[in-house]
């Protein structure tokens, strides 16, 4: 299967330490600067259909806003109740100062 990479945003639109949520080809995605790594997840808690993007990063770690379950964003695993499901991940690439996320 080949990968499909959608233009995302410019690397300088994302906060460092911080997260961002974009709309690409239909799908919510959360776009994460974490220790000069950018990283991509699906936007959408998976316990209560939550947008990530207004949760609270804390190192590699997402908090979602409305019951504090925790992802981690490298690997999209759920970290705590009440999650029981991780979030899918999408691969990312820098080139030219823009950050393309794969889509499958």
């Given at each position: 299967?080949?990968?499909?990479?959608?233009?995302?945003?410019?690397?300088?639109?994302?906060?460092?330490?911080?997260?961002?949520?974009?709309?690409?080809e239909g799908l919510?995605?959360?776009?994460?600067?974490?220790?000069g790594e950018v990283?991509?997840?699906?936007?959408?808690?998976?316990?209560?259909?939550?947008?990530?993007?207004?949760?609270?990063?804390?190192?590699?770690?997402?908090?979602?806003?409305?019951?504090?379950?925790?992802?981690?964003?490298?690997?999209?695993?759920?970290?705590?109740?009440?999650?029981?499901?991780?979030?899918?991940?999408?691969?990312?690439?820098?080139?030219?100062?823009?950050?393309f996320i794969a889509?499958?």
């Amino acid at each position: 299967m080949n990968d499909f990479w959608i233009d995302a945003a410019a690397l300088d639109e994302l906060p460092a330490e911080d997260v961002k949520g974009v709309q690409l080809e239909g799908l919510d995605i959360a776009l994460y600067r974490v220790q000069g790594e950018v990283y991509a997840t699906s936007d959408i808690c998976t316990h209560a259909q939550a947008r990530l993007c207004e949760g609270f990063l804390e190192g590699h770690e997402i908090e979602c806003p409305l019951h504090q379950g925790r992802f981690d964003v490298r690997s999209g695993k759920a970290m705590c109740a009440p999650l029981t499901e991780d979030l899918k991940v999408y691969p990312v690439k820098i080139e030219g100062g823009r950050v393309f996320i794969a889509l499958d």
